[in-house]
């Protein structure tokens, strides 16, 4: 099983960052929450830091982890962990993805997300306290 972060990246004004998947890759132009693979003897909280540095430049806090998504693509399975954060330093520049966006619940209802996402945003959806 693969171990992939997902950053739900909450702004002051509860919006999240949702970020496009290059054409030609793997989700090619599908929308997801940034971060990816945790290495080898990492845990999840530094492996999101680490990632949204690499591909955004930007600091976050991880706040709070939802319930892992466990979904196979036909590459074997990947265990998708999604954690609340908010940006402590730095402002978001996509490196590795194709456009990004800062989205209300509803807007990010209406986006392409890649299928493993679906049920974070569910849950994200389904919470009281969006924090
Ligand atoms: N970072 C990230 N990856 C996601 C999300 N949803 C989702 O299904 N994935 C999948 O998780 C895997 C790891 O993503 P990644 O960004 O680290 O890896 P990658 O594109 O280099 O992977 P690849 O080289 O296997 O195509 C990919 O298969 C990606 O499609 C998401 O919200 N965020």
Redesign the pocket.
């Known amino acids: 099983m693969?171990d992939?972060?997902?950053g739900l990246i909450l702004a002051s004004d509860g919006r999240l960052l949702a970020c496009r998947?290059p054409e030609g890759?793997?989700?090619g132009g599908k929308w997801?929450?940034?971060?990816?693979?945790v290495e080898p003897r990492e845990t999840p909280e530094p492996a999101l830091v680490r990632?949204l540095r690499e591909e955004l430049e930007i600091t976050v806090e991880p706040l709070r982890q939802l319930t892992p998504v466990v979904?196979d693509?036909g590459?074997g399975p990947?265990r998708?962990i999604p954690i609340v954060c908010r940006i402590t330093d730095g402002e978001p520049h996509p490196h590795e993805h194709s456009e990004i966006r800062w989205c209300t619940a509803d807007e990010l209802d209406e986006l392409d997300l890649?299928?493993?996402?679906l049920p974070i945003l569910a849950e994200w959806l389904s919470l009281p306290e969006k924090r």
Request: proline share 4%; hydrophobic share 45%.
């Open positions: 693969i992939v972060v997902a998947r890759k793997h989700l997801e929450f940034p971060g990816g693979k990632e979904h693509y590459r990947i998708l890649a299928a493993a996402d």
